[in-house]
């Protein structure tokens, strides 16, 4: 059974830096992306950045030129560094990994989600 662990989250300063990371374990065959969703109280799930197996990446406008998403491929691991955090990134951050488990099963999977808190 696949199982994404996450790691980081807290509460900073508006302004300030924040570290996320996710590693992804079980029977995994091949990894077509791993990133983050965030999702703020009342709001609609968001992508908010990832990066594919072969190491292309996506970002929310919301989000560019302050947020970096990166990964360890040997190690099915994900990070996000966030820096000049602003109050509007505060919300659930969620891990999620595409994945096939064998040679055409395909699914995706979720992490239970990380607090950033900003505050102003």
């Known amino acids: 059974q696949v199982q994404l662990v996450e790691s980081g989250g807290g509460l900073v300063q508006a302004g300030g830096s924040l570290s996320l990371s996710c590693t992804a374990s079980?029977?995994?065959?091949?990894?077509?992306?791993m990133g983050w969703y965030r999702q703020a109280p009342g709001k609609q799930r968001e992508l908010v950045a990832q990066v594919t197996s072969g190491g292309s990446t996506d970002y929310a406008d919301s989000v560019k030129g302050r947020f970096t998403v990166s990964r360890d491929k040997g190690l099915n691991t994900v990070y996000l560094q966030m820096n000049s955090l602003k109050p509007e990134d505060t919300a659930v951050y969620y891990c999620?990994?595409?994945?096939?488990?064998?040679?055409?099963?395909?699914?995706?999977?979720w992490g239970q989600g990380t607090q950033v808190a900003v505050s102003s």
């Open positions: 079980g029977s995994i065959f091949h990894l077509v992306a």
């Open positions: 999620n990994a595409r994945l096939y488990t064998d040679q055409r099963t395909w699914d995706e999977y």
